[in-house]
């Protein structure tokens, strides 16, 4: 993969489509070159119950992927808001009866900010996934205007869903990077997915980053 900006917003196309894992490819790369770059996601959805508290499911994957060591106070401010229905952030919060704020997102983003020197935000589901009644995640990307790389996926489908997310995250005047294909499924990729990376690069006028190819023993990890 390219060289990115250190600070980055990864999104992506849909929900499941591969954010976590390519945002824990991009801090191994990162740490690996000397960054002290460490994980935020500021809105966990479906979260599992561990001695009472609610477990960020992402965050941890990413902390174990990549062998990073922190503190119970960064794991809060890597994920400021945390719930159990597995259901848009929007629906999350109101199940829980609580408000999320962009403020406490802000304010954590930059205490974290403070302390390392890269910080990668993982977006909940897809671009325009509504975080509270009014605003969705393109309005957080556009607060904390991080250069964006979007996730999708390479199969049969994929050209809509990624060029519609393509005009939104440009339409909000983001500096969008590119474009990283996550594989979901056993096999190499055919005339279906090798046309899709160039009908998106060249419809888009975007760049394709990179190709994670699948990988069972990962998915078996992220899936725990």
């Known amino acids: 993969m390219e060289n990115m900006a250190n600070d980055l917003f990864i999104t992506g196309t849909d929900t499941g489509i591969g954010k976590t ?25 479906g979260c599992s119950t561990r001695k009472g508290k609610l477990v960020a499911q992402d965050i941890e994957f990413v902390l174990n992927f990549t062998g990073i060591k922190t503190t119970a106070t960064d794991r809060k401010l890597m994920c400021p808001y945390r719930f159990k229905p597995a259901c848009s952030p929007h ?44 605003k969705t995640m393109l309005d957080l990307m556009k607060i904390l205007r991080l250069p964006v790389i979007l996730v999708a996926s390479p199969g049969l489908g994929t050209i809509n869903h990624a060029l519609l ?54 998915r078996s990890r992220h899936s725990s």
């Not at 009866?97 to 205490?111: A, E, G, P």
């Not at 977006?123 to 325009?128: D, I, S």
């Open 91 to 134: 629906l999350a919060a109101r199940i829980a009866r609580k408000t999320i704020s962009f403020n406490r997102i802000v304010h954590s983003f930059k205490k974290l900010y403070r302390k390392h020197q890269a910080v990668i935000v993982e977006g909940a589901g897809g671009v325009l996934v509504p975080i509270n009644g009014k």
């Open 21 to 45: 894992l390519a945002s824990a490819v991009l801090l191994a790369s990162l740490r690996k070159s000397g960054i002290d770059a460490v994980p935020m996601k500021p809105v966990q959805t």
């Open 165 to 218: 997310s393509i005009r939104e995250i440009k339409r909000a005047g983001l500096d969008l990077k590119g474009v990283i294909f996550n594989q979901s499924k056993p096999g190499r990729p055919g005339y279906i997915e090798k046309d899709n990376f160039q009908t998106i690069a060249a419809l888009g006028k975007i760049k394709i980053l990179g190709f994670i190819p699948f990988n069972s023993k990962i």
